[in-house]
């Protein structure tokens, strides 16, 4: 079975990127994956150290993501780019964790700009070897465009959302297998 994880880049309680990649996962799971969240603030994850190897739950959370063949990562634009908190878990990651992995790319923004926050996270998780899907999705004025219960304002903008799964699941089965 295809297995898909979103990572959620947000500390906040009742976080809309949260809030907004649950529902792709709905969507990832009714085309038939299994599903998981990382929730990046509750788990137990220092600042990286390179010369450290396991650092709180950072080995537990690399098997996830080694082990998922699609992924979706989701961040919070913070000054026109993606979190700390997301860049932080990023860096425990490699290309042993993607490569092979589909991809997919949720922001959302407090105000009207999340185009750089799609760039920086396409290049970086391109410089890993992941497979970045083409469909991405931003959110403008997400505290306005998304309730906390994933309860979208947007008709349109939740079916971008619900595509980004479903891209996701398409783009994983169609990967190579890297066992050998």
Known sequence: MTRVVAISGSRRTNSTTKAALRVALGAAARAGAETDLID??????????????????SDRLKAIVREADGVIAGSPVYRGSYSSTFKNFHDFCGSEEYEYTAVGLLTTAGGGSYGGTLEHLRSTFRNVHAWVVPHEVGIRGASSAVAADGTFRDDSLRDRTERLGRVVVEHAERLPDTDP
């Open 40 to 57: 990046l603030g509750a788990v137990d994850l220092p600042l990286y150290h390179p010369n450290e190897d396991e650092q709180g739950e």
